[in-house]
């Protein structure tokens, strides 16, 4: 996995339209890397369920203009792609449980709490770190 | 969010434009229940042949609209929608609740 072909950071506040500039980044990214339509619909799917997180949920309450999101994308020598997506937000109280289908925090927003098993779904390896000050998601995923 | 609605007889017919995210998704609700109060049709037709995006706020659309269609006694039927969103209903285990048609054209 070691040696990086291409590698793209971007920051950016916490606005929904913004949701849309994140996966509009990402399909950018991947047309350089020769990617699947099929794998492609994964990874935009994955890099909008992070970043609306991050939005919805991370900076809840608060002016998403002020709030910043970290999207950074990386894709490796042997087709590995790292997607790390960042807030300083709130932060995720039991990580276990919001992993579970249908867990969700926000009925009245009718989510459908499948936002965090999607992105396990589409991916090979999900690892989730937070704390009361932000949340950090890596997802990898092997292209074919 | 674009929805272009025809009311063929009894069926309310929602043609989704687009991408159906956490952004458009709320405008895209309000509209459709909009219209599904006007008219109180037989059955509401959300049209996905057109949805170029979907995660899982789309789906979270989708289940709502689905539990105000059975307040309303209409049943709601998900025409063509592509086969990433396809997986997506699958992964959630909704793609057996919900009444899908691939039929091409006007017919449902
Ligand atoms: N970045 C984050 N910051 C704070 N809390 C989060 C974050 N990401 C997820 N969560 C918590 O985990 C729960 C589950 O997330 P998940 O994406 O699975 O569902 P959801 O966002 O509630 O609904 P959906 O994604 O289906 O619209 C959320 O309801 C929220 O409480
Ligand atoms: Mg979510």
Redesign the pocket.
Known sequence: MKEISNTVRVRFPALSENESVARVITTGFLMHQGVTPAALADIKTVVS?AV???I???YRGRDGARCPVFLELTMYADRTLVVKVR?K????EDIEK?MQPF????REGE???????IMDAFTDQMKIT?SPAG?RVVMKKRLP | MKATTANCGEDLVVRVLGDVD?HTSVGLREEIDRQLAASAPRRLVLDLSGTEFMD??G??LILGRYRKAQEAGCELVLLRPTSAILRILHLAGVDGMLTIRQEKGGQV
Do not use: K, W
Request: aromatic share 4%; proline share 3%.
């Open positions: 369920e609306t997180n991050a919805v949920h991370g807030d937000g709130r932060g995720i919001a867990f969700t925090t926000d989510r459908s709490g499948m936002g965090l098993p937070s949340t | 956490h899982s706020s789906l979270g």
